[in-house]
């Protein structure tokens, strides 16, 4: 069938191109097209090609408002025929198209006084990209009110599909069903549908502007059994925020029981919401958790909370609190009378709990308290130009239980307060010369903690560090010296060694260097960029006695490729390594020459010491005599690092690295991974960990479709709908300590994908202790585009499956055009 729209009539243009119709036929459409401009006829010619519609960057969702009011109307049919200004019958292929509305029907009556369109015979109404078929319709394309007897419909947003006895349009956006069926499980063409799960209700709603609906006296059916009822049911037809009762969670714990939760959403504002959590433990009680979120220009957060009242477990009250927070001053704004000219920040990280054993209780409350450090911070920053000033105070809470014995901790110290003032400068001119970096650096800060337990008197540090720089940077290497001064002044709250303050001035001088060679070879019959980058460091700081000197935050640095070439081998302030050596390692990389690329990269370094490191950690930050960075170092030769990273394909990537002790002959930490994606939904992961005298683990992760076991080709995936209907995986990751010969952490399941809806089943087991595991079982059944029952595994699976993709993720929101009729 050829429509083609034709323009109100001028004396240049005609009506109409010659068609075999009857002359009666062409005057009568000659009289209506001129009676009413704004409604355009085509008639059918059975020797037209179709036409075939292009893609436009001109089509729009939505009409501005403007112009929606004058937009025209077209109707096109085999045999037409009517009055001027009143009722036009269009018979025979019938179709009646406004902007965002389309009309089919065996026959068709329109009133163009009162824009009223009756539709008979194998109806179909499309309306921005939602259909609706069946025998009988009658709208009215003005005001989108009407009905539609027994109609079948399919809904663009949410993919959902239904029928009703009947359908009432009641406006542009609205739409209700009754006697209705409601599922996104697709309509299988030619035969009755039953669909796996559907929502039977006496009435559903459709609100395409609050993106919702609801259904009254409705119960939920899967596989035709009925497995929940409700006189008010709910539910999204887009991802669109809105409030109500979320689906309910199950779990299944061996130390808590069975856990239900009901939560409720609030949607307050656009920048405001909230979400309460009640869950009912049967063997504690009722737990109140609830978690409250803002976003504003200016700042945002989010705060969570939880309270048991009367732990039958634990005989007591149980509560929980996180809050986080970020806020800005925008430059130029004043706070207490004082001009700002670049941002004040205010970042604040509260965390607190009830009792030292809620870590392992409530492993994964809604609070997700779950460290036994909880930090607890207040800190304001502001910057301009080369200055940077912060000030906060830092407290923790160290979730220590008595039964605790082989896991005892030490805590940090509370720094209270804690100012820093710093000042860099970047290739500025000193001394006449160019391109030098100097800073200076100061910090005032009070420790606190308890003497019992960390074995220190408290105090307060004042710290000071200069420095100053240069780099030279030529085409094939680098040159960089460096000067520092570190100053720490200390003030006891006891006697220490005899005295109640101290202080200590470590300089320190090191001169960074490395060559760059590159070259174009080949291997394996592929092409690359070759570099060669030997590297050397040298390092000199002298001998200060800092044994006298309390260590409030120092600790030794693990030993790796970024700090085997650092200064010093302690972190934080109160210890300066006396470390007088030079660094000597080399990597070698393969670039792709036409994306750059790293595709392979291997590296290897060693420490030569040229006298022995005698600054020490003290015994009470040890734990034992032979830790790290607690005895002396008189090795000349360190370790060699040894480091290597293969990525030949976009499929396969290896990591691999080794700490080899030339006295021991043997590795002391070794490290070897692997990963294998080969597509989406596909992966593989692996790896092997060995601290020599410590631990030694397997751990292994994946998520890959079972089918690939016995299909004769693997399924192909598409972007955010996993491999199709029909498919089962398996997901999981298991860490197996090799020593004990026993599985540490264990996550593991099976998905079901049906198409329309998602089945889980999810075993999770995470050490809490030495001899104590928390073990739950998880299962849940996701209807696409619905609901989700059961319990929630997915964010276990995000946080311990490596690279684990979710089988629903709508990449692209969904276009009226794609239902274009």
Request: aromatic share 10%.
């Amino acid at each position: 069938m050829n429509r083609r729209p034709v323009c109100p009539p001028t004396a240049a243009r005609p009506l109409f191109t010659p068609s075999p119709v009857g002359r009666g036929v062409r005057a009568l459409l000659a009289l209506i097209a001129f009676g009413a401009p704004g409604l355009a006829f085509a008639q059918a010619s059975g020797a037209a090609a179709p036409v075939v519609l292009q893609p436009s960057a001109t089509l729009l969702e939505t009409l501005p408002e403007a112009v929606q009011g004058s937009v025209p109307s077209f109707v096109s049919g085999e045999r037409l025929h009517g009055q001027t200004d009143g009722v036009v019958v269009i018979e025979g292929a019938a179709e009646l198209r406004r902007h965002g509305t389309v009309i089919k029907a065996d026959r068709l009556e329109y009133d163009q006084t009162s824009s009223e369109a009756k539709a008979e015979g194998h109806v179909l109404i499309n309306r921005g990209g939602n259909r609706f078929e069946g025998p009988a319709l009658q709208l009215n394309v003005d005001t989108s009110r009407g009905h539609f007897e027994q109609p079948a419909f399919s809904l663009l947003q949410s993919d959902g599909h239904g029928d009703a006895k009947r359908v009432d349009f009641l406006g542009q956006d609205k739409v209700e069903a009754t006697d209705a069926r409601y599922s996104t499980c697709p309509r299988t063409p030619g035969a009755k549908w039953m669909p796996d799960w559907l929502v039977r209700a006496d009435r559903i709603e459709l609100d395409n502007a609050e993106e919702v609906g609801t259904a009254h006296g409705g119960v939920m059916e899967f596989k035709g059994v009925p497995i929940l009822g409700a006189p008010y049911l709910s539910f999204p037809l887009t991802d669109k925020r809105k409030s109500g009762v979320l689906p309910p969670t199950i779990n299944l714990d061996n130390v808590s029981g069975l856990e239900l939760t009901l939560p409720y959403y609030l949607n307050l504002a656009p920048e405001f919401d909230a979400t309460l959590y009640p869950t009912l433990m049967s063997r504690r009680g009722l737990d109140l958790g609830g978690e409250f979120r803002y976003l504003q220009p200016g700042y945002n957060g989010r705060l969570r909370a939880a309270y048991m009242p009367n732990d039958t477990l634990r005989n007591s009250d149980r509560w929980g609190y996180a809050l986080q927070h970020q806020h800005s001053v925008s430059p130029g704004a004043t706070l207490g009378g004082l001009g700002l000219h670049s941002p004040l920040g205010l970042r604040l990280n509260l965390n607190r709990v009830s009792d030292d054993n809620y870590w392992r209780d409530f492993p994964r409350s809604s609070t997700s308290l779950t460290s036994r450090l909880l930090a607890n911070e207040a800190v304001l920053n502001w910057n301009q130009g080369p200055w940077a000033l912060s000030a906060g105070a830092y407290r923790w809470q160290t979730l220590q239980a008595t039964d605790d014995v082989d896991a005892k901790i030490i805590p940090p110290y509370d720094r209270l307060p804690s100012v820093a003032l710093r000042f860099a400068q970047d290739h500025q001119r000193w001394a006449g010369l160019s391109g030098w970096e100097w800073s200076l650096q100061t910090d005032y800060t009070r420790f606190h903690s308890d003497p019992s337990l960390t074995g220190q008197v408290n105090g307060s540090r004042s710290l000071a560090i200069a420095r100053i720089g240069h780099r030279w940077d030529k085409a094939g290497g680098y040159l960089a010296p460096s000067l520092q001064l570190h100053h720490a002044s200390y003030r006891f709250d006891g006697v220490v060694s005899g005295a109640r303050s101290a202080s200590r001035s470590v300089p320190t001088f090191s001169v960074d260097s490395g060559l760059v060679f590159e070259r174009e070879t080949s291997y394996f019959g592929r092409r690359f960029n070759q570099t060669l980058e030997p590297r050397a460091f040298f390092t000199w700081t002298p001998y200060r006695d800092q044994s006298a000197l309390p260590n409030y935050d120092s600790a030794a640095n693990d030993f790796n490729f970024a700090s085997i070439y650092a200064e010093n081998t302690f972190g934080g302030n109160d210890r300066l390594a006396d470390l007088r050596a030079l660094t000597v390692g080399a990597s070698s990389r393969l670039l792709d020459p036409a994306t750059g690329a790293e595709v392979v990269r291997l590296g290897l370094a060693q420490r030569y010491l040229l006298r022995d490191q005698r600054v020490v950690l003290p015994p009470q930050s040890c734990g034992s005599s032979d830790a790290s960075g607690c005895t002396p170092v008189t090795n000349r030769l360190s370790d060699v690092l040894l480091g290597a990273r293969v990525q030949w394909s976009p499929r396969w990537s290896t990591d691999a690295n080794v700490q080899y002790s030339p006295q021991e002959r043997e590795s002391v930490r070794t490290t070897l991974s692997g990963r294998y994606t080969p597509s989406n939904y596909r992966v593989l992961s692996a790896a092997y960990r060995l601290q020599r005298g410590s631990s030694e683990q397997l751990d292994i992760g994946w998520q890959w479709p079972l089918s690939d076991l016995w299909a004769d080709k693997p399924a192909t995936p598409s972007a955010g709908r996993g491999l199709g209907p029909g498919q089962w995986y398996s997901v999981g990751r298991i860490n197996y300590s090799v020593p004990d010969r026993k599985i540490v952490d264990l996550v593991a399941g099976f998905e079901y994908d049906a198409g329309c809806w998602i089945g889980r089943v999810v075993v999770e087991r995470l050490t809490t202790g030495t001899t104590s595991a928390n073990q739950r079982v998880l299962f849940q059944i996701e209807f696409s585009g619905f609901s989700r029952i059961g319990s929630n595994p997915l964010q276990t699976l995000k946080d311990n499956v490596p690279r684990y993709q979710y089988l629903r993720e709508d990449i692209n929101p969904p276009s009226r055009f794609q239902q274009y009729d």
